[in-house]
């Protein structure tokens, strides 16, 4: 069994229980995702799959990736990403991984690209306070005095200033499915999931 697959995030929705409890949840769309290679301990070292997701035109694709992913099948693939798993001879060039891996009740690990934010403030990017408004002060929204004084007389390291905000790899560990749909290969998360709509996930699914 493969430990996860590739989705993509949906979007939030407003999801009743059996007991009528209102949950929210992150609607992703997982797979159906392709083995494009099998890896071995033997030639590779470990044993993994290398799973592709998302079709993309032959025309995109440079002549050495539409090569490799030929072996698989006549079709090209956005993302690629390998999982391990124990034993890779369960599987074969070209099979397809469906959402039917999953059931409600499983836990998973989620990682995903956050949306990204450009430069921003202290008070975006970490939540200051802004300065007051009246009595001709100028301290509106800058950070404020940064240095120390003659002793060390320099900026700290990790000090929290103005800068790139957002676009980062984060996971969010051990969100429990609430449904599965796989005739829409569509799973339900409790919770919060990063990054925008249309944006890749990578479902890692726990042992019990």
Not at 20 to 25: A, D, E, F, K, S
Not at 72 to 101: A, R, W, Y
Not at 121 to 131: C, E, Q, S, T
């Amino acid at each position: 069994m493969s430990r996860g697959l590739l989705g993509k995030k949906l979007g939030m929705i407003a999801w009743f229980s059996s007991e009528g409890n209102l949950i929210p949840v992150t609607v992703v769309e997982v797979g159906p995702c392709v083995v494009t290679q099998i890896k071995t301990a033997a030639t590779d070292g470990y044993n993994a799959l290398q799973l592709g997701f998302g079709e993309k035109k032959k025309s995109r694709v440079k002549k050495p990736l539409q090569g490799h992913q030929k072996k698989s099948g006549n079709v090209c693939f956005e993302h690629l990403k390998e999982f391990f798993v124990e034993n890779p001879d369960e599987f074969g060039l070209g099979q397809t991984i469906t959402v039917e891996m999953f059931h409600a009740g499983d836990r998973v690990d989620v990682v995903g690209t956050t949306k990204g934010r450009g430069f921003s403030g202290v008070i975006k990017r970490h939540g200051f306070h802004r300065g007051p408004m009246s009595h001709g002060s100028k301290n509106i929204r800058p950070p404020g005095s940064i240095g120390c004084s003659a002793t060390p007389s320099k900026v700290i390291k990790g000090k929290k200033m103005p800068g790139h905000y957002g676009n980062q790899r984060k996971t969010i560990r051990n969100l429990e499915i609430v449904d599965v749909r796989p005739d829409n290969n569509l799973v339900l998360l409790k919770g919060a999931v990063p990054g925008p709509k249309s944006g890749l996930v990578v479902l890692n699914k726990l042992k019990v």
